[in-house]
């Protein structure tokens, strides 16, 4: 059986850094949009030269650009096992989006794991990684940007994912061995 796993949360919660460890224990290939249009902009592709100016900004990517794109990919990359969707959906759009992409294959999504940490700790994370990542979104004022996009556009899919039953809020402050055995927890009741 293919299993999908959503993982949600603001801007620094720890979405990419989780991923990698349930990708590795669970056999399933991760899907960050984020990487997938920072790569898009570093190719100076089409595509990267419509959405660089969004990224930077801190302000979300338009939901046709991001659907058909991660069509593809689903197309391209195609793994027996399942998914982790990382930073999608970022819209109730996109997350009725993603409904269609996946029955359109055959699949759904199996749970949706909501990492928890208050907007204090974001920054300070976002800020200290902003020192290295070269990202250039991770700056003060664009690191509050994002918060802000996230509360009012992303926050509102938790509700889709309640009422589709699939959403499982995970404590994210702590260690990262902590918060991933929360997450295999989860997982494995299931
Ligand atoms: P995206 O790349 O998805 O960025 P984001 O959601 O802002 O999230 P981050 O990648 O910054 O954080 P994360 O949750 O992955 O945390 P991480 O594990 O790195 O999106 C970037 C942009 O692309 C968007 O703003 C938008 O423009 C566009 N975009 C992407 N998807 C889109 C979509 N679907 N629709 C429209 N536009 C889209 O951790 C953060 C830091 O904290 C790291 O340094 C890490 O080492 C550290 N850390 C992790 N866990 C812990 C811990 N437990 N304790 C201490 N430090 C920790
Ligand atoms: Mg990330």
């Known amino acids: 059986m293919i299993f999908n796993v959503v993982i949600f949360g603001a801007p620094g919660s720890g979405k990419g850094t989780q991923s990698a460890f349930i990708a590795n224990k669970y056999g399933l290939k991760h899907l960050s949009t984020g990487e997938l249009l920072r790569s898009e902009v570093e190719n100076k592709s089409e595509i990267g030269k419509k959405i660089e100016s969004y990224i930077c900004q801190g302000n979300l990517v338009p939901d046709e650009l991001i659907t058909d794109m991660l069509a593809n990919v689903l197309d391209k990359k195609q793994n027996e096992k399942g998914y982790i969707f990382d930073g999608y959906p970022r819209t109730t759009e996109q997350a009725k989006a993603l409904k269609s992409i996946l029955k359109e294959r055959g699949m759904k999504v199996s749970i949706v794991l ?72 989860s997982i494995d009741s299931l």
């Open 114 to 185: 909501d990492l928890d940490v208050d907007e204090e700790e974001l920054i300070k994370r976002l800020l200290y990684r902003g020192q290295t990542s070269g990202r250039s979104d991770d700056n003060y004022d664009t690191i509050k940007h994002r918060i802000q996009v996230y509360n009012s556009k992303t926050a509102p899919v938790k509700e889709f994912y309640k009422q589709e039953g699939l959403a499982v809020e995970i404590h994210g402050t702590g260690e990262v061995n902590e918060i991933f055995s929360r997450i295999s927890n």
